[in-house]
């Protein structure tokens, strides 16, 4: 897609807008401890991606947990999670991407799987209200990532067709979700390897937002 066709630019949150992945491992390590459960960290890289319903789920299904209240347990691991939130940073670059964005004319959203209350949270944390004309949480959707609805909704929340809106996501199923919806998809390597972003489906791999800045200005994209 010529830069010029362009119309927007949606992001992921954990992993693409912060770098929220080591608190996010850090916090569910905290609450299987209190719950008595050790679960390896191939499951944990398993999560990477899906909501925190889906995740906890799982968890229940899969060491036979089923008096526990899935709700329960995200309540707990955001608790968990608000008491580690001064460890929080900003993925390097990110800031500073959203600004070149808005500087070029590009309606700038978020997608992201997690709750209302942990995007709410990371905005009031780094001021970033204001920056983002559209956001979707998991609250805005039925069906979550890979299925391609939490783009279309936030295609149709831009006002854009998807194929003039460039996502950015660091994980195999925001690439699917995004690939589905018909967006052009750059997928960043802060979580997922590249060989994994590339073969679900996005158009380009990038390992830093100044990399991915540079791609945008190239004659070839």
């Not at 979550?144 to 295609?155: E, F, H, L, V, W």
């Not at 998807?162 to 996501?169: D, G, I």
């Amino acid at each position: 897609m010529p830069l010029a066709r362009l119309e927007a630019v949606a992001l992921d949150m954990d992993g693409v807008l912060i770098d929220s992945e080591p608190l996010h491992e850090e916090s569910l390590d905290i609450l299987f401890h209190e719950i008595g459960i050790s679960v390896p960290m191939s499951v944990i890289n398993g999560f990477k991606g899906k909501t925190e319903t889906e995740v906890f789920l799982d968890v229940i299904g899969r060491f036979g947990l089923e008096e526990i209240d899935p709700f329960d347990l995200i309540r707990r691991k955001h608790d968990i999670f608000g008491n580690l939130i001064h460890k929080l940073r900003l993925v390097p670059g990110v800031v500073d991407f959203v600004a070149f964005a808005r500087r070029s004319g590009w309606t700038v959203a978020l997608t992201t799987s997690a709750q209302k209350a942990s995007q709410t949270r990371a905005f009031d944390r780094f001021r970033l209200g204001g920056l983002f004309a559209v956001i979707v949480t998991a609250e805005d959707v039925s069906l979550s990532k890979p299925d391609p609805q939490p783009y279309t909704i936030t295609a149709e929340r831009l006002k854009v067709d998807p194929e003039k809106c460039l996502v950015v996501e660091d994980s195999v199923n925001g690439v699917l979700s995004a690939a589905r919806a018909g967006c052009t998809v750059a997928g960043i390597t802060t979580t997922f390897p590249a060989e994994a972003l590339s073969g679900a489906g996005a158009h380009l791999v990038v390992e830093s937002f100044e990399e991915l800045t540079a791609a945008l200005h190239a004659p070839s994209f």
